[in-house]
């Protein structure tokens, strides 16, 4: 992204990395949301979550250089398919340890990141694959500032997705059978709620959400299988920031974060990252339940 | 108020292991005729790569152990010892290339800066219980790592530091190791792994263990008995993270370049945990045995030309080929099921599984007993 | 005999919700307290102000003249008062044995002595034969001695015990107040909270009830059994 060096510069230089941070943001509380859906309903914190956004931007880059088909449509495609994937893991491994130790889980869905990185390393190298659209560099100027068009597009993805998904757990009886199993596992499971088949359907949609993210990032990121391990770190900020477990909340906090980050990163470009896990710590140790107070969806 | 009553389970009656009916297994005389047997390897082998397996796996045996201590018995799931790692790496380092100290002294101070930096480190993370303790070490090691590659001018950064040579230690007027070639690393290895292993045993067998492994059980539990859980964390951690920088300078001395990456990247994190769990955590002659299958099954996968140099194979062999051609690049793709298996099938490791063999083979053996001594039942 | 525990008007406030509001009574040497009351009155948290795990918002808690409000449960076991737990806590995954050793070794350094101390205690609550048993796998009632046997081998001067005969079987019920009253001839003193009546007034020299966090009465079982307040408030609730 090309920063205004205009002479009125410092003003504009902030207006943009605030906005431009908000964009990006709106990715960032996407995957946010799916690693607290599936923390929420199980209890468990999936570190493969960024190599799930890595199988997502594959899926896209794949079929965009296959067929052709631009990466926002394919959603139709790569979204199920990646659903289909999250059912699939939460079937064969999730669901066998639920009951053991939290630090084993842990390094459960560790390893699963790993085999899955090292999969799409054995199959597509560490090249760094890039997928080109026509509006890949493209902007639009909007009173003074530049608005990258596939981060605008994806923003207006993420809010409507943002949106659906906020409905589908308010409004649904399968939402509200989810929010129950995120709120009390034992009783939803004695209410008659099918508690496994909830499980499964939350890690399907978190998975499904990470890989739309992914999708959405693949018109402006490098895509290389090591690609997700940053964003399962800075999913975590997110998802601590807004409280564990909480939708609002991460979608809060991925904003948060984005702005956070740009606007460290205008000033001082190396220390971007250092600052995110400064304050994750801060915030673990002086505010575990989240900016907002509270833990749940 | 009154509580939920459990359903009573069947009682487990503890066993000492035994690999042999009456005979205590692995006993202190076995651990010293196997570090006597190890001593005299670099007298019969001398092929590069074989020592160099032995070194791996040396170094492996000293990482898990000492995660072991605040992982394994303190129950303080670190997923952020690659801090410490790279404290111990390149404190030797910077020392011995950008000050020009010799590396056992700087070796010495790497351990010390690294009980600091864990007494630091713990002050901070203690306070997190459970995942949240698990989360806050990643991001602490990460801060390290991160900071390791921004200040440049203090650690030359992503460029990294490569090791120029090592100096000849004298130790008396006589006699002087001159660290070249492997042998010196073979030993150096060896005697840390075996502290390390010894550290594991005391820890087991004192006081200080018990408190340990209360802690693990059940941290307030432990600290209405008297048990302060903050102290007793601290210090699990400053041994862990002492033996961790060793190994981390070890390290350092023999790959002889280090770069943050390298040195404090989450998969030198993930690998100490790993090494653990495969074998069986919490117990003495796990990290042991998790070592050497990582190691064996990832240097093996990485290049299998160990298997020729120790003759259990021609270079022509197809097998080697084949490992050459066809798993390159895979043994983390392995490793990753390996673990996987462990964690879904054996979550007590391979000891856990040896130890369920040995009770299924006694049971049966003693119900073939009972059976014999009733013939007429049938 | 003076007082080994005095409290002295504590209160415990979460956010705005008393837990404890002004509570104040002793613990004579050598006898048995009892508390009482409903449920959510405020026993196991006036447990918890006491030993430590929280600091009481007001007031004072002295045990044996020193006043230890802020001290932390470590040092207050040390010190010599131990508590058990409502819900037992044993380490799951040590054994029996094990278990009381951790107790023990507050008081010594040697895993010799510790051992020996610890079978001397589970032999006093009679499960001796258990010693090499995991302790994640008895059943309740032995969880309960074990919990028991692992505060006594700390050697406190006062023993709290947080309803050690919940969801026991009347048998076990019994056993344990033999236990106590065992203890007490052994010139342990302890304060006991317990739910069954009968217990609490065949085991107790003196009664405290609570009641939404305020001590409503106090006195000798004979003459708590006969306060209206006490019996509108907390027998005619259930019984």
């Known amino acids: 992204m090309k920063h205004t060096r205009g002479r009125h510069g410092s003003h504009m230089l902030i207006l943009q990395s605030i906005l431009s941070g908000i964009l990006v943001g709106g990715v960032y509380a996407l995957v946010g949301i799916g690693l607290t859906l599936i923390f929420g309903v199980m209890r468990v914190i999936n570190f493969a979550h960024g190599d799930l956004l890595m199988l997502g931007m594959y899926a896209t880059w794949w079929i965009f250089t296959k067929t052709g088909i631009d990466p926002y449509l394919s959603l139709v495609l790569t979204a199920p398919l990646l659903f289909a994937w999250g059912a699939l893991l939460q079937t064969a491994f999730i669901n066998r340890i639920l009951g053991s ?57 993420t809010a409507v997705i943002t949106a659906a998904l906020y409905g589908f757990l308010m409004r649904t009886d399968t939402g509200q059978a989810i929010r129950a199993t995120a709120q ?34 693949a018109p402006t990121y490098y895509i290389y299988p090591d690609v997700g391990a940053p964003f399962t770190l800075k999913a975590f900020v997110v998802v601590v920031l807004g409280g564990m477990g909480s939708v609002v909340g991460a979608t809060l906090g991925g904003v948060l974060i984005g702005v956070a980050e740009s606007l460290g990163g205008a000033w001082v470009a190396g220390l971007k990252d250092l600052n995110v896990y400064v304050l994750f710590l801060l915030i673990l140790l002086f505010k575990p339940s989240g900016l907002l107070g509270k833990s749940r969806m | 108020m009154s509580t ?16 042999f009916p009456g005979f205590a297994w692995p006993s202190f005389g076995a651990w010293v005729a196997a570090i006597a047997l190890l001593a005299l390897v670099p007298l019969f082998v001398k092929k590069p790569l074989l020592l160099h397996m032995w070194i791996m796996v040396f170094l492996a045996v000293a990482q898990g152990s000492a995660w072991n201590v605040v992982g394994g018995y303190a129950g303080q799931y670190s997923v952020g010892h690659a801090a ?48 949240y303790f698990v989360l806050g070490s990643i991001a602490v090691a990460e801060i390290v790592r991160l900071g390791a590659l921004y200040w440049k001018g203090f650690t030359k950064g992503a460029e990294g530091i490569l090791l120029s040579g090592i100096p000849p230690l004298q130790i ?83 790959v002889r370049f ?70 390159a690049n895979t043994h983390v793709l392995f490793y990753g099921i390996l673990v996987v298996a462990v964690i879904l099938f054996a979550p007590d490791g391979i000891l856990g599984l040896a130890r369920d063999a040995t009770a299924r083979v006694r049971r049966r053996l003693a119900a073939g007993g009972r059976r014999a001594r009733q013939p007429a039942e049938g | 005999m003076g007082a080994i525990l005095q409290i002295r008007h504590v209160s415990k406030f979460f956010g705005g919700l008393a837990a404890n509001s002004d509570v104040s009574f002793d613990v004579e040497h050598e006898r048995i307290l009892g508390l009482i009351g409903p449920n959510g009155a405020g ?91 995991l302790a994640g796998g008895l059943p309740i009632g032995e969880r309960k001695k074990l919990e028991v046997a692992r505060a006594l081998a700390t050697k406190p001067e006062l023993l709290l015990l947080d309803e050690v005969m919940g969801g026991l079987n009347p048998a076990e019920s019994d056993e344990i107040i033999e236990l106590i009253l065992d203890l007490k001839r052994r010139g342990l003193t302890q304060v006991v909270i317990e739910h069954d009546m009968k217990a609490i007034m065949r085991l107790s020299d003196r009664i405290v009830v609570l009641n939404s966090g305020e001590k409503l009465a106090e006195g000798e079982p004979k003459a708590i059994v006969a306060n209206k307040d006490v019996v509108t408030a907390y027998l005619g609730e259930g019984a």
């Open chain 1, 101 to 157: 130790l939290p630090q084993n889980q842990i390094l459960l869905t560790i390893v699963l990141g790993l085999v899955m990185r090292n999969t799409m390393l054995l199959i597509f190298t560490s090249d760094y694959q890039i997928l080109t659209t026509s509006y890949s560099s493209s902007s639009f100027r909007l009173f003074g500032l530049s608005v990258s068009q596939p981060l605008l597009y994806s923003f207006l993805v």
């Open chain 2, 258 to 327: 280090i770069d943050p990456n390298i040195v404090i990247g989450l998969d030198v994190s993930v690998q100490m945990v790993l090494i653990c769990i495969i074998g069986g955590i919490g117990t003495i002659l796990g990290p042991v045995v998790g070592a050497f299958v990582l190691t064996l099954l990832s240097e093996t996968l990485r290049n299998p030309k160990w298997l020729v140099q120790a003759g259990l194979f021609s270079d022509e062999s197809p097998v080697i080929a084949f490992i050459q051609q066809r798993l």
């Open chain 2, 4 to 19: 939920p009553v459990p359903p009573p389970r069947t009682p487990v009656e503890l066993r000492p292991f035994r690999l």
């Open chain 2, 84 to 131: 410490y790692f790279g404290v111990g790496a390149y404190t030797t380092m910077m020392l011995l290339e950008l000050h020009q100290i010799a590396p056992w002294w700087g070796v010495g101070l790497a351990i010390l800066n690294a009980v600091i930096v864990s007494v630091v480190i713990g002050a901070i993370t203690f306070r997190l219980r459970g995942p």
């Open chain 3, 43 to 133: 026993k196991t948290t006036l447990f918890n102000c006491i030993t430590g795990y929280y600091p009481p918002t007001k007031g004072d808690v002295l045990f044996k003249g020193v006043r230890i409000n802020g001290l932390q449960p470590d040092q207050v076991c040390r010190l010599g008062m131990v508590r058990t737990w409502q819900k037992v806590r044993p380490l799951a995954k040590m054994s029996v044995l094990d278990n009381v050793m951790v107790g023990a070794l507050l008081r010594t350094h040697s895993l010799r002595v510790a051992r020996e101390v610890a079978m001397e205690q589970l032999r006093i609550v009679r499960l001796d034969g258990k010693a090499g048993f």
């Open chain 1, 184 to 217: 009390d596992r034992e009783a939803a499971q004695l209410m008659g709620i099918n508690v496994s088949r909830m499980s499964i359907l939350a890690f399907g949609l978190g998975t499904a959400l990470a890989a739309i993210a992914g999708a959405l990032l």
């Open chain 2, 172 to 254: 008396t007027q006589d006699w002087t190791i001159a660290f070249v070639g492997k042998r010196p690393f073979f030993y150096a290895a060896l005697m840390l792994a075996v502290l390390v292993v010894a550290a594991n045993w005391f820890v087991q067998n004192t006081k200080l263990g018990f408190y340990f492994q209360a802690i693990r059980e059940d941290q307030d539990a432990a600290h209405s008995l008297g048990i302060g859980p903050a102290l007793h964390k601290s210090i699990a951690l400053a041994i862990s993270a002492a033996f961790t920088a060793w190994a981390g300078s070890l390290f350092a001395l023999y």
